[in-house]
């Protein structure tokens, strides 16, 4: 099986200039790696929920959800396309377009994300889903196995979430009841003036979590009814 970085190395050209190439240095918006963006983001999400839901069959629809929302999150993106060696190539054609801003969008979890999903699509474009597939869960498997076995941060994985919309979350504490010493308290996230989840927990952080979880399968929910 070939590997991702494999495949990437046998990309056309015309492609993999797409691919590396940023909005701010495209002589049109249409010819920067955004098309592929988009269509990278659906190919990833169905390669991870394939693979996730033949995986893990006793798992219900929201652990599976949750374990997805993590693994194909714009920070799991980014460490994955770090392991790529992709910021050094979005480096080389940004110095090669002479744009003045390598450094920071090498650097920028969000492009580099946005990059991966752009190859992503891109080798879906050029050798179709099926040589793909296995390709793209060997690079995000370690992310599946964090995701199923340790604890994650709802939070984070919110904040990225909404982050695509160019949206931003409100945590806040609207409750607390209990003695001192074993009190409990509620949060709610409000997004755009809509509480979008509730949570309790023995400390704010904990509720805040438990917030947040609820609100990315209110997300999702939507995603997938829409």
């Not at 920067?32 to 988009?38: D, I, K, V």
């Not at 993590?70 to 979005?90: D, E, F, H, N, W």
């Not at 599946?144 to 984070?156: N, P, R, V």
């Amino acid at each position: 099986m070939a590997t991702l970085a494999e495949l990437a190395a046998e990309l056309a050209p015309d492609l993999a200039r797409r691919v590396f190439t940023h909005s701010s240095w495209a002589s049109e918006r249409t010819l920067s790696y955004e098309r592929l963006e988009f269509l990278g983001d659906s190919v990833l999400g169905l390669c991870i929920s394939t693979h996730i839901f033949e995986r893990y069959p006793d798992y219900n629809e929201g652990e599976l959800a949750k374990i997805r929302a993590y693994v194909v999150s714009r920070g799991t993106c980014a460490r994955v396309a770090i392991k790529l060696g992709l910021p050094a190539q979005l480096a080389e054609a940004a110095r090669e377009a002479g744009a003045a801003n390598v450094a920071s969008l090498a650097g920028n979890a969000n492009v580099l994300a946005a990059v991966l999903e752009a190859l992503i699509g891109a080798l879906y474009l050029q050798i179709g889903l099926e040589p793909i597939m296995d390709a793209v869960i060997e690079e995000f498997d370690e992310h599946i196995a964090y995701a199923t076995s340790e604890h994650i941060d709802y939070k984070t994985v919110l904040q990225e979430e909404v982050a695509k919309r160019g949206q931003e979350v409100e945590y806040r504490v609207v409750g607390s009841e209990g003695p001192p010493h074993a009190r409990t308290f509620s949060s709610q996230v409000v997004l755009a003036g809509e509480v979008l989840g509730r949570g309790k927990g023995r400390t704010k952080k904990v509720s805040q979590q438990e917030a947040a979880k609820e609100a990315l399968e209110v997300l999702r929910e939507r995603e997938e009814g829409a």
